[in-house]
């Protein structure tokens, strides 16, 4: 059975930081590549960042670039995706997803709440 199993969100004061971690299972991990996207309230979807699968090549949405790192450790079938600077409009369920040609996988989502 295929999985993908976010964690790390949670609530943070603005400016702060958090890793959200992305656990996969039930496929061969190291032949996808992963992304993050968000979903805010009453808002559609946002592609946040991408990686590759040997994880040599990363990609950033402007959103985001210079404050967020993707990584992943296909040792471990897992995606990380650092956040520092957050900032409220940040607030969003973040979900991994796992693409390769036409396959495509997502996780059940993260809460991260960014609020003072």
């Known amino acids: 059975e295929v999985q993908l199993v976010e964690s790390g969100g949670g609530l943070v004061q603005p400016g702060g930081h958090l890793r959200l971690s992305c656990a996969a299972s039930g496929f061969t991990f190291g032949s996808y590549d992963m992304n993050w996207v968000r979903q805010a309230p009453g808002k559609g979807p946002e592609w946040v960042s991408g990686?590759?699968?040997?994880?040599?090549?990363?990609y950033y949405a402007d959103s985001v670039k210079g404050r967020f790192t993707i990584s992943r450790d296909n040792a471990k079938n897992t995606l990380y995706l650092q956040m520092n600077s957050l900032k409220p409009e940040d607030t969003a369920v973040y979900y991994c997803?796992?693409?390769?040609?036409?396959?495509?996988?997502w996780g059940q989502g993260t809460q991260v709440t960014v609020s003072s």
């Open positions: 997803n796992a693409y390769l040609r036409t396959q495509a996988y």
């Open positions: 990686i590759n699968s040997y994880g040599a090549t990363t």
